[in-house]
């Protein structure tokens, strides 16, 4: 599954496969006894896109008692990951609502369900920016199951790798207002240029108080590319059973430090650990050297 510059998918294949995976582990996450999260909607959008490992994950046909202890382990800490995630992104737009801002934008917004789960302000719009193919299918599939937003929920169906920001204002985007971003599970995907075009996008459309939220692969010792990490993740859902092909989505090549390259464009940055996360949200941190989670960075900014 090699990445092309012009690359595009669904939900049942390439990047878009590891969409319906996230909202496999989030529908996981959410049924746990003491949940961090609450997804309803996390499940019937796994069903809806019909790649059957996924779909017997979230409907409990996956019999974890036979699985090995590395694939019962692996999934636990995937879920985990997701959940602390999630609650992270989470929080992140509940806390910007609290401060006055009412217009978010969902970068690659895949199957999340937060312009329909979260406890948004009155006036709030929210901003689905993705593929067309993605952003077709949850439209639809939400109507069918009923669901209605708790924003006005505004879909922009546009490759990021396109000119979004035209899309995103004749959509509607007030450049005046202050905006939350979201930029969740995302960097890795992208080119190295086309990060750094991203973050450059951002900046040019955000009015003073912007807020922003994203993650990174932080500096470490370790030499493993972007194609390694992939090759990782793709390992650790094979031992679970997972049959699909998830190495080689992810783009080598030196990439911008993010917090210096946000500080430069006169964004104020807090970086955590993940490590940090879990242990605020009550999740045992996965003690292995070797784990990716180790160097991820929770990171959210300030604009101004």
């Known amino acids: 599954m090699t990445r092309t510059d012009q690359d595009s998918w669904d939900l049942a294949s390439s990047v878009g496969a590891t969409a319906t995976m996230v909202a496999a582990a989030r529908a996981l996450a959410s049924n746990e006894a003491s949940p961090i999260i609450n997804d309803p909607f996390a499940a019937p959008l796994v069903r809806a896109v019909g790649l059957d490992f996924f779909r017997r994950l979230v409907d409990g046909e996956v019999a974890l008692s036979e699985a090995s202890e590395d694939g019962e382990r692996n999934?636990?800490?995937?879920?985990?990951?997701?959940?602390?995630?999630?609650?992270?992104?989470?929080?992140?737009?509940?806390?910007?609502?609290?401060?006055?801002?009412?217009?978010?934008?969902?970068?690659a917004a895949g199957l999340d369900a937060r312009a329909y789960r979260l406890a948004w302000p009155s006036e709030s719009v929210v901003y689905e920016v993705d593929q067309p193919k993605v952003i077709e299918f949850k439209t639809t599939t939400m109507s069918s199951l009923g669901a209605?937003?708790?924003?006005e929920r505004r879909t922009v169906s546009i490759d990021l790798r396109e000119d979004w920001p035209a899309a995103l204002r004749s959509n509607g985007f007030d450049v005046t207002q202050p905006t939350a971003w979201s930029a969740e599970g995302l960097l890795m995907?992208?080119?190295?240029?086309?990060?750094?075009?991203?973050?450059?996008?951002?900046?040019?459309?955000?009015?003073?108080g912007s807020q922003l939220s994203t993650e990174y692969h932080?500096?470490?010792?370790?030499?493993?590319?972007?194609?390694?990490?992939?090759?990782?993740?793709?390992?650790?859902?094979?031992?679970?059973?997972?049959?699909?092909?998830?190495?080689?989505?992810?783009?080598?090549?030196?990439?911008?430090?993010?917090?210096?390259?946000?500080?430069?464009?006169?964004?104020?940055?807090?970086?955590?650990?993940?490590?940090?996360?879990?242990?605020?949200?009550?999740?045992?941190?996965?003690?292995?050297?070797?784990?990716?989670?180790?160097?991820?960075?929770?990171?959210?900014?300030?604009?101004?």
């Open 75 to 107: 999934l636990q800490t995937e879920t985990d990951s997701i959940a602390v995630r999630t609650r992270f992104f989470d929080d992140f737009f509940l806390n910007a609502a609290r401060d006055g801002v009412r217009q978010s934008v969902i970068l």
């Open 148 to 151: 209605a937003p708790t924003a």
């Open 218 to 304: 932080g500096e470490s010792d370790s030499t493993l590319t972007m194609s390694d990490r992939a090759k990782q993740f793709s390992q650790r859902w094979a031992t679970i059973g997972c049959d699909i092909d998830l190495s080689g989505l992810f783009f080598d090549g030196e990439r911008s430090n993010v917090v210096d390259y946000l500080t430069g464009r006169g964004w104020q940055t807090s970086a955590r650990p993940r490590r940090e996360l879990f242990t605020e949200y009550g999740r045992t941190f996965p003690d292995d050297e070797t784990s990716q989670l180790r160097n991820i960075i929770a990171l959210t900014a300030t604009l101004g």
């Open 189 to 208: 995907y992208l080119p190295p240029d086309a990060q750094d075009r991203l973050f450059d996008n951002i900046t040019e459309l955000s009015a003073p």
